[in-house]
């Protein structure tokens, strides 16, 4: 079985990124989405969305390249490739493209490239995703609500009332201006917490950096220090990716200074290099690679191993669409432990309309693993083709 086309979808939408008043939901990425197709020549084939800068990651997937080798595009260096071989076909590519790539958008490009090929893997085996990853452990993992802040109290114990009527366990707010003005802060947080009630979990992700007067600055460690003592009031169930990707370190100062608190973080980090080294090194406690960005699941199922041995809870970062959540949902039925999925709630119009059948919230806050023959979710092809601009 050999490649034989690998094509990015980059879909155009009218929605905006946040949260916006008078709306019940929050938006994710609606202006753009990207999708990729990896096809073989015996009718196999694998999708992922890439989250990242779709325009640009479209040409690196499917663009043309240069003829020294580490100036190849994603295209070039697959076609006639087994899909099967895939731990090897990732060290190829990093070298292929390791001149204008190694991070960013060609590693996020990477990582939806790999999650094809292991669906691919899969298929050829005529087995789900999970068998070929190592064995499903559970056939259903509990969901946290995935959202914004919103920019009032009300608004977010509104919200938080929405998602426990639905049925949620948990839920993660994040981003929207939080952690700029401590007053605010408080206000939002007890908001949270009082419609929530004890039994609930609550994770909070202040982002590591905000838009402040329209321009976007890290905050100082002070004023990180300030916010954390302000979250210490509600008793989050972790605290999520609040500092700058390249100063992980800071990580272990903050957990000796706040002992009380759980820090995740990882979907800024990508390789396992990055990542082994946070969670053996950083004073974390639960480690989110993102399967999109992380360089997929190949990466994901090498870090299952250094998280485990150092005692670091996985929690995969799935903020976009129902195709990365079936990926985690996959790959977190495999760990020896798994307490938590991340589920979008705010899917744009573009996130949501991908996929045939959407993945849906049981009674009992739970989603299930999808079942079938490799990925067990179908794209919607006609949604996609009527949202597909050039590329």
């Given at each position: ?370 079942n079938g023959i490799g990925l067990g979710v179908d794209v919607d092809l006609a949604f996609v083709e009527a949202h597909a601009v050039s590329v």
């Amino acid at each position: 079985m050999r490649i034989t086309d690998v094509t990015p979808f980059l879909l155009r939408g009218s929605q905006t990124y946040g949260a916006h008043a008078g709306q019940a939901e929050a938006t994710d990425q609606g202006d753009w989405l990207l999708l990729v197709r990896v096809r073989t020549d015996e009718g196999l084939e694998g999708w992922s969305d890439v989250e990242t800068m779709g325009p640009v990651a479209a040409r690196v997937l499917q663009g043309s390249g240069m003829s020294a080798l580490g100036f190849r595009t994603i295209h070039e260096q697959l076609l006639g490739r087994d899909p099967t071989d895939v731990e090897a076909i990732w060290d190829e590519l990093y070298v292929a493209t390791a001149y204008y790539g190694r991070r960013g958008v060609a590693m996020h490009c990477m990582s939806a490239v790999d999650n094809c090929l292991w669906s691919i893997r899969a298929q050829a085996a005529g087995a789900p995703l999970a068998h070929v990853l190592g064995g499903r452990r559970r056939d259903r993992l509990p969901a946290y609500a995935s959202t914004l802040f919103r920019s009032t109290p009300e608004a977010n114990a509104a919200a938080a009332q929405r998602y426990v009527d639905l049925g949620f366990t948990g839920m993660k707010f994040g981003w929207g201006g939080f952690g700029i003005d401590p007053g605010a802060d408080r206000d939002n947080l007890l908001a949270l917490r009082e419609t929530l009630g004890p039994a609930r979990a609550l994770m909070i992700d202040p982002g590591w950096y905000v838009e402040d007067a329209g321009r976007p600055r890290v905050r100082t460690m002070a004023q990180t220090t300030t916010m954390l003592e302000t979250l210490s009031d509600v008793t989050p169930y972790w605290v999520e990716d609040i500092l700058h990707p390249e100063c992980t370190e800071q990580y272990a100062v903050l957990a000796a200074e706040f002992p009380h608190l759980r820090f995740a973080a990882g979907e800024q980090q990508a390789t396992i290099w990055e990542l082994r080294r946070l969670v053996r090194d950083h004073g974390i406690a639960v480690v989110q690679p993102d399967l999109s960005r992380c360089g997929g699941l190949t990466v994901a199922s090498a870090l299952a191993r250094d998280a485990e041995a150092a005692g670091v809870e996985i929690v995969t970062h799935s903020w976009l669409t129902d195709l990365l959540h079936s990926y985690s949902l996959h790959f977190l039925s495999t760990l020896p432990e798994a307490r938590w999925v991340e589920f979008n709630v705010a899917q744009s119009d573009l996130s949501a309309g991908v996929v045939n059948k959407s993945l849906t919230l049981a009674a009992d806050g739970t989603v299930e693993v999808p079942n079938g023959i490799g990925l067990g979710v179908d794209v919607d092809l006609a949604f996609v083709e009527a949202h597909a601009v050039s590329v």
